[in-house]
Nanobody, 115 residues
Framework: QVQLVESGGGLVQLGGPLRLSCAASRIIIIVYHMGWYRQAPGKQRELVARITGGGITTYADSVKGRFTISRDNAKNTEYLQMNSLKPEDTAVYYC?????????WGQGTQVSVSS
């Protein structure tokens, strides 16, 4: 069974950094488009950042210049480095792996930014 396990969430102060990790098992992430999504209370899930199998990255406008998505293919893990965090970044963050018809989600990790 495919598993995506997120870690690294928590409570951080305004302007602080946090790094999320997503460890994948039973898939080889190098062939997948990997992404991070987030969902705040009362809001729809939204794309935060995405990295294709070829390494092309895209970001939501709200996080450009502050967040960086990356992957370590040897560790089968993707990361989201988040800097200059704002209260509006507070949400549950989900790891996603997509390839063709295959689409997998992690269980989510809470990120809370205090002002």
């Amino acid at each position: 069974q495919v598993q995506l396990v997120e870690s690294g969430g928590g409570l951080v102060q305004l302007g602080g950094p946090l790094r999320l990790s997503c460890a994948a098992s039973r898939i080889i992430i190098i062939v997948y488009h990997m992404g991070w999504y987030r969902q705040a209370p009362g809001k729809q899930r939204e794309l935060v950042a995405r990295i294709t199998g070829g390494g092309i990255t895209t970001y939501a406008d709200s996080v450009k210049g502050r967040f960086t998505i990356s992957r370590d293919n040897a560790k089968n893990t993707e990361y989201l480095q988040m800097n200059s965090l704002k209260p509006e970044d507070t949400a549950v963050y989900y790891c996603n792996a997509q390839w063709g018809q295959r689409n997998y989600w992690g269980q989510g990790t809470q990120v809370s930014v205090s002002s």
